[in-house]
């Protein structure tokens, strides 16, 4: 099931840096604003492959991600696990997509 909680994104800063193996290491905080004007912060720490490509994953971009949440309707998100998913929306728009999982 897909639960949308954003309207807006601001206050971004990113730092990347590489390993020896070339794996590309991305650390990105942010916050969110949800639809209910809520101020989620995001701390997103993403591991970049693009080698050897897969019949699943030509450019693997995965992460773990952390939501800290005002007490309130979405404090929720401070108890649990996330990973995620970054996919290029290259060449239409310089931007990626985001999508973040819950661990059950």
């Known amino acids: 099931m897909t639960t949308p909680l954003c309207s807006h994104v601001y206050d ?3 730092e ?21 004007g809520a101020v989620l912060t995001i701390h997103n720490q993403v591991l970049i ?5 897969t019949p699943r994953c030509a450019r693997c971009a995965r992460s773990r991600v952390s939501i800290t949440a005002p ?3 979405h404090d929720w998100l401070n108890r649990r696990l996330f ?7 290259l060449p239409a728009r ?3 997509k985001i999508s973040v999982f819950e661990l059950a």
């Open 12 to 14: 971004a800063s990113v």
């Open 16 to 36: 990347i840096g590489a390993r020896p193996d070339g794996v590309k290491l991305l650390a990105a905080r942010y916050e969110m604003q949800t639809d209910d």
């Open 49 to 53: 492959d693009d080698h050897p490509p």
């Open 71 to 73: 007490a309130g309707p």
């Open 83 to 89: 990973v995620g998913t970054l996919t290029p929306l």
């Open 94 to 96: 310089q931007a990626v």
